[in-house]
T-cell receptor, first 116, second 117 residues
Framework: DTGVSQDPRHKITKRGQNVTFRCDPI?????LYWYRQTLGQGPEFLTY????????KSRLLSDRFSAERPKGSFSTLEIQRTEQGDSAMYLC??????????????FGNGTRLTVT | AQTVTQSQPEMSVQEAETVTLSCTYD???????LFWYKQPPSRQMILVIR??????QNATENRFSVNFQKAAKSFSLKISDSQLGDAAMYFC??????????????FGTGTRLQVTL
């Protein structure tokens, strides 16, 4: 169990540019979540996948945001035409879900995005 | 929608002493889970303790225990024998027991715990 890994750890970009983050969940976990955390706040849910299917998206996830999990393993979160308000920590988490089991979420270290 | 409230932005405790962090939540559901997560300066969120709402017994994990008051919708975390390594942001979180709602967590705004010598 190597834990949830996220790449990159930090990203600085200029307003209007596109950015993409990657998350590698714990290998046996079938659910993967994206959260956003701004300074002084708790994480806010963005979206989640069960295997390769994106099953829920928060209203926080504007049209400029897109997430994929093409093979049910790693996931990417892309932000197009970044705005200064997108500056935040983007957290990925994974969990194992079954008919009789629902594990707690395990989080990665996050990607800190700064939009200048 | 469920909400989680942490009314203590910051707390301080001396090493070896006991501290209690408060959390209240609002829900109309009867089946749910509550969690405390710790986020040290290195940023990775770590699960401290979890409580199933259907269990009357308060959860404990070594020096960490909770006081779960379902009727009052209160879920406080007690840290005994505080250590320097306990210094972190602590988040209270709620998860619905309805598996159709994704197992997503709703977090409070956090309490920053400082541990002093």
């Amino acid at each position: 169990d190597t834990g949830v890994s996220q790449d990159p750890r930090h990203k600085i970009t200029k307003r209007g540019q596109n950015v993409t983050f990657r998350c590698d969940p714990i290998s046996e976990h079938n659910r993967l979540y994206w959260y956003r955390q701004t300074l002084g706040q708790g994480p806010e849910f963005l979206t989640y996948f069960q295997n390769e299917a994106q099953l829920e998206k928060s209203r926080l996830l504007s049209d400029r945001f897109s997430a994929e999990r093409p093979k049910g393993s790693f996931s990417t979160l892309e932000i197009q035409r970044t705005e200064q308000g997108d500056s935040a920590m983007y957290l990925c988490a994974s969990s194992l879900f079954g008919s009789s089991y629902n594990s707690p979420l395990h989080f990665g270290n996050g990607t800190r995005l700064t939009v200048t | 929608a469920q909400t989680v409230t942490q009314s203590q932005p910051e707390m301080s405790v001396q090493e070896a002493e006991t501290v209690t962090l408060s959390c209240t939540y609002d829900t109309s559901e009867s089946d749910y889970y509550l969690f405390w997560y710790k986020q040290p300066p290195s940023r990775q969120m770590i699960l401290v303790i979890r409580q199933e709402a259907y269990k009357q017994q308060n959860a404990t994990e070594n020096r960490f225990s909770v006081n779960f008051q379902k009727a009052a919708k209160s879920f406080s975390l007690k840290i005994s024998d505080s250590q320097l390594g306990d210094a972190a942001m602590y988040f209270c979180a709620y998860r619905s027991g309805n598996t159709g709602t994704a197992s997503k967590l709703t977090f409070g705004t956090g309490t920053r715990l400082q541990v002093t010598l």
